[in-house]
């Protein structure tokens, strides 16, 4: 079935730097995909939608120019958490929908968790 | 998207049937039901979807009411690893239709 594989699963950084992780579908090629961002105890919010070749498209409240997302070819995504805070610490969880599947189905990478000092 | 209302928590006891609900009253033609797992740290996993028809899997049942106001996740034999939050969502599907999240529910499968 469809992978999708995100680097690096955990991270730690200094306030102030910036962060970059990175989504790959192993298996497929996926013209879009997701970037969801989750709190403690908390649901996944969606951050925005990556597309391939062009700019990104940010939901309501998410700075563009904090997270800077970059998706260069059909099976990689990057997330770019720039001038990083701590309350930016948090998990970060890429998906990708395969671009001749039928069904519809949204692959999650296992995650990405940002601790920033 | 149209949005759902699901229990926050729910309890299984470990080889019994596990019967998730989900309310989505403002569903619309076009959408369909998704379900979706998350084990505690991980990335999501999917678990079924359907449009009007029940569907079955290996992991899992999905029961849609005849109005497609409601469905119903099934685990036939619920095991300790089963233990998760389950999300159930709606959405159009398409290549480039997102998926909304809403609080899920908390299964917890007793031994």
């Known amino acids: 079935g469809a992978v999708v594989s995100q680097h690096p699963s955990r991270v730690i950084c200094k306030s102030g730097t910036s962060v970059k992780i990175e989504c790959r579908s192993l298996?497929?090629?996926?013209?879009?995909m997701f970037w969801y961002r989750q709190f403690p105890k908390q649901s996944l919010m969606l951050m925005a939608t990556s597309n391939e070749g062009s700019k990104a498209t940010y939901e309501q409240g998410v700075e563009k120019d904090k997270f800077l997302i970059n998706h260069a070819s059909l099976t990689l995504s990057t997330l770019t958490v720039t001038s990083a805070h701590p309350e930016d610490s948090s998990f970060y969880i890429c998906s990708a929908r395969e671009v001749t599947r039928t069904a519809r189905v949204l692959t999650f990478g296992a995650g990405s968790r940002l601790t920033v000092l | 998207d149209a949005k759902t209302t699901q229990p926050t928590s729910m309890d299984c006891a470990e080889g019994r049937a596990a019967n998730l609900p989900c309310n989505h009253s403002?569903?619309?033609?076009?959408?369909?039901v998704y379900w979706y797992r998350q084990i505690h740290s991980q990335g999501p996993q999917y678990i079924i979807h359907g449009l009007k028809n029940n569907e079955t899997n290996e992991m899992a049942s999905l029961i849609i009411t005849e109005d497609r106001k409601s469905s119903t996740l099934i685990l036939p034999h619920a095991t300790l690893r089963d233990t998760a939050v389950y999300y159930c969502i709606v959405s159009p599907g398409g290549a480039t239709n997102k998926l909304i999240f809403g609080t899920g529910t908390l299964l917890a499968v007793q031994p």
């Open positions: 403002t569903i619309s033609g076009n959408e369909y």
């Open positions: 298996d497929f090629q996926a013209t879009t």
